[in-house]
């Protein structure tokens, strides 16, 4: 499959659910800028527990963002830009409101309820 139908499968299993405007914008954000690399998704999300998003996403996503610069995979190097610019500091709030909406243990999947 293509990155574009990737991208375009992912959005439509998303949108599928009213959301809260946070976990909306997170989810967004999400899908622009994470599935590309982290093709899984929905997947990928529900790899961790609220916790774990929780410290990971602590101070505007320090931690996040410490492992995809120091990360000597080459596949991380096009992430930089991006976690040290304005605009992941802006929505890494809504960023962890989706995150902590679907983790492991949040009991929710992105079909509606
Ligand atoms: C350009 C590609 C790229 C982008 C964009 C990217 N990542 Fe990553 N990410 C990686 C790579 C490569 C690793 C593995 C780093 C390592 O193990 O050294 C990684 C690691 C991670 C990890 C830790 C690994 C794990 O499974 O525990 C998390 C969590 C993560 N990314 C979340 C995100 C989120 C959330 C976003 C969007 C805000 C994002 N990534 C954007 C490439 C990317």
Sequence with gaps: ?????????SLSIFASCALDAAVYKGQNEFVKKCVKCHKAGQAFV????KKEWNS???NKGEKLIEMHLQSKEADAEPSREYFESKDFSK?????K???LEYASDSGNVPACN
């Design 97 to 99: 409101d989706f995150l």
């Design 91 to 95: 929505t890494s709030k809504h960023l």
């Design 56 to 58: 990971i996403m602590k």
């Design 46 to 49: 529900a790899t961790k527990k």
């Design 1 to 9: 499959m293509n990155k574009f139908l990737i991208s375009v499968l």
